[in-house]
C-alpha cells in the first residue's frame, strides 16, 4: 500500500535566499534524481501552521523507512536544517492530495 512522507518546516528568518538557492540548486534536483513522485507542495500564507509542507508518494513503509534511514538522505535533511526550524517528518498512509 502506498504511503505518503509529509515534511513540514518554517524557513528561518533572514535565510529565505539562502533557502530558495539551496531548494533549486540541491534539495529539488535530489528528489528528481531519485524519481521521488512530489505530490504536495504548500506554502501557509495566514496561521499558525508549519511554513512549508511537502509530500513524498512512496511504494511502501518499507520504502518509505530506506529512503529516511539513507545516508543521502540524512546528509540532505541536514543541509536543509541549516536553512529551517520546527522540522518534522512523518509517514502517513497515502488518501489524496492534500493531507495533514
Given amino acids: 500500500m502506498s504511503v505518503k512522507i509529509l515534511l513540514t518546516w518554517n524557513i528561518k528568518a533572514n535565510m529565505e535566499q539562502d533557502y530558495y538557492g539551496f531548494m533549486v540548486g540541491q534539495f529539488l534536483p535530489w528528489m ?3 524519481e521521488l513522485a512530489l505530490t504536495d507542495a504548500w506554502v501557509t500564507i495566514f496561521g499558525n501552521e508549519p511554513q512549508i509542507m511537502v509530500g513524498v508518494i512512496m511504494p511502501d513503509l518499507a520504502a518509505a523507512r530506506d529512503l529516511l534511514k539513507s ?3 540524512l546528509d540532505l535533511r541536514d543541509q536543509l536544517q541549516e536553512f529551517v526550524e520546527n522540522y518534522t517528518c512523518k509517514i502517513i498512509s497515502q488518501k489524496g492530495a492534500f493531507q495533514l
Fill in 32 to 34: 528528481n534524481h531519485k
Fill in 71 to 73: 545516508e543521502e538522505w
